[in-house]
């Protein structure tokens, strides 16, 4: 008998061996026989004729067409330049006040308010009949029932079974046939439950599409400890999910590449037709090269990466203290805020999007109004013009400036909530920051403003100064970067320079 690495005895599928078999052993077989042979074929065919969807019969048969080759390409960097080393200040300048007096509002969160508001309601259900859970606690005592893998994931402690069929699924041979093989395991297993329970666990916590990709792979490695095995587990839950994913072999390895309709730059991708997917795994770490894999989706599977964060992950609170500190004419601010930390390490994981994903995320709601209200007490009662100027200083000097490749060892674009959380920062994270500041704190319109090698802000205000013009209308320059500038001043640098693009920022 033939053996895999597993020491698992392989068995002869040509039916014409089985055909041979039986024609000797005719006479000799009763009744017993004949359905112990009948139960004996139909177990060799079961994987093949029991797939619990319909979708991955013809799948399966379809990876095992000849794969085709396909050429790596590498998706351009954000900076077409290196930004610049160091970023000399100007000098500290009064300009006359303009606008009407300001008196900040900070707007309730009133789902929160809800969420609390259900939160005491239901404590006062459970209090009345606490005294019944007892009792019946002591005569049957809740017992938690154990999961096959379990792991924290960002404060929350997650559990799943796995079916018998995708503990078995291994990546063997080492080839194309081995990816069908992998499949047809994970396909016949009653992986229905897995499938609903990820779902159900995304939907709670808010996850957006990065958040679910985090999981799936927290999940495939668990199950698996080769990382073949677990890029294979992850394909299979992402096709599951509807999400257009592929897999294809380089060097006897498997490849996991997620469709993208956006740039996700610095990162390995693959064209398939007009589609284009994305090897996550390897952002920021250089080629793959050449791959083998197959041009047709998994039948339903369409939706692609979208890295956009439009609202906040629902992240166990783990509510950590900071202070940004900086000083303006003599006069030193303070501003104290609360950040959870596990939406900081969720934050981190991320690959280079594009910049309306940064630009358009949220801040936290109560780090937001922490940072709200530590300004408001220096804001109210100034004139508007000299108000955003405080805000556009804030966030000029509370934070030390440093390219990302000195303080990341490659480019990363941060979210705001992050740029408050790092003492050093460099030119868009600032920009990202201030926009929302301004946004939220002021409802004005604003642009993100960016140059072959640098990122500034504009803002739709009439006050003098460098401007630029979008959609026929004037924006006025606020450089978040460029140390004790007000609104209208641009680095000299970049004033004769023309901008290569503009981001917009969505007002709620």
């Known amino acids: 008998m033939q053996q895999n690495k597993h020491g698992v005895v392989k068995l002869f599928s040509q039916f014409g061996h089985f055909s041979l078999v039986l024609i000797i052993g005719f006479s000799t077989l009763n009744a017993n026989d004949t359905k112990s042979f009948a139960n004996f074929k139909r177990a060799q065919q079961k994987s093949f004729q029991n797939y619990q969807d319909k979708r991955d019969n013809d799948f399966n048969s379809y990876l095992k067409q000849q794969f085709k080759a396909y050429k790596v390409y590498v998706s351009k960097p954000l900076y077409e330049q290196p930004k610049p080393s160091k970023i000399e200040p100007t000098k500290e300048l009064h300009v006359e006040p303009v606008g009407p007096r ?33 009792l019946i606690a002591i005569v049957t005592p809740i017992q938690s029932i154990p999961k096959d893998i379990n792991f924290e994931f960002y404060g929350s402690n ?16 080492q080839n194309q046939k081995g990816i069908s093989t992998f499949f047809d395991s994970a396909a016949s297993s009653d992986y229905e439950n897995l499938i609903t329970d990820i779902k159900k666990i995304s939907k709670d916590m808010n996850l957006n599409d990065w958040g679910v990709y985090l999981l799936v792979l927290k999940i495939s490695n668990k199950i698996f400890s080769e990382e073949d095995d677990s890029k294979l587990m992850s394909w299979f839950i992402f096709n599951k999910l509807g999400y257009a994913v592929k897999v294809g072999l380089a060097n006897k390895h498997i490849v996991l590449m997620h469709y993208s309709k956006k740039t996700i730059y610095s990162t390995p991708n693959y064209s398939f037709d007009t589609k284009k997917y994305y090897v996550i795994a390897n952002y920021s770490k250089g080629r793959v090269g050449r791959l083998f894999s197959y041009e047709q989706d998994y039948p339903g599977a369409i939706k692609d990466m979208d890295l956009s964060l439009k609202t906040l992950p629902n992240f166990v609170s783990n509510m950590k203290k900071k202070s940004l500190e900086f000083k303006q004419f003599g006069h030193t601010y303070t501003v104290p805020f609360t950040y ?28 937001y109004k922490d940072i709200a209200s530590g300004l408001k007490k220096y804001l109210d009662g100034k004139k508007a013009s000299d108000a955003m100027n405080f805000v556009l200083n804030f966030v ?36 990202i920051l201030f926009s929302y500041l301004i946004k939220e704190l002021f409802h004005v319109p604003v642009i993100g403003v960016k140059y072959s090698d640098h990122m500034a802000t504009a803002l739709y205000i009439p006050i003098k100064g460098d401007k630029v013009i979008v959609n026929n209308r004037k924006f006025v320059i606020a450089d978040p970067t460029f140390i004790n500038a007000n609104i209208g001043m641009s680095m000299p640098k970049y004033r004769s320079k023309k901008p290569q693009s503009y981001i917009v920022v969505k007002r709620d």
């Open 102 to 134: 300001i008196s900040i509002k900070i707007k309730e969160d009133t789902k929160k308010a809800k969420l609390v508001e259900k939160k005491k309601i239901k404590k006062e259900i459970i209090s009345i009949v606490k005294e019944e859970k007892k």
């Open 158 to 173: 997650l559990g799943f079974d796995m079916p018998e069929g995708i503990k078995k699924a291994n990546f063997y041979p």
């Open 340 to 367: 959870n930390k596990n939406l900081i390490d969720f934050m981190s994981t991320y690959p280079q999007a594009d910049y309306d994903v940064f630009f358009n995320a949220p801040l936290a709601d109560k780090t």
């Open 396 to 431: 000029q000097k509370s934070f030390k400036y440093e390219r990302d490749n000195q303080q990341f060892g490659r480019e990363k674009v941060m979210f705001a909530e992050e740029t408050l959380y790092f003492d050093k920062s460099d030119c868009e994270d600032r920009a």
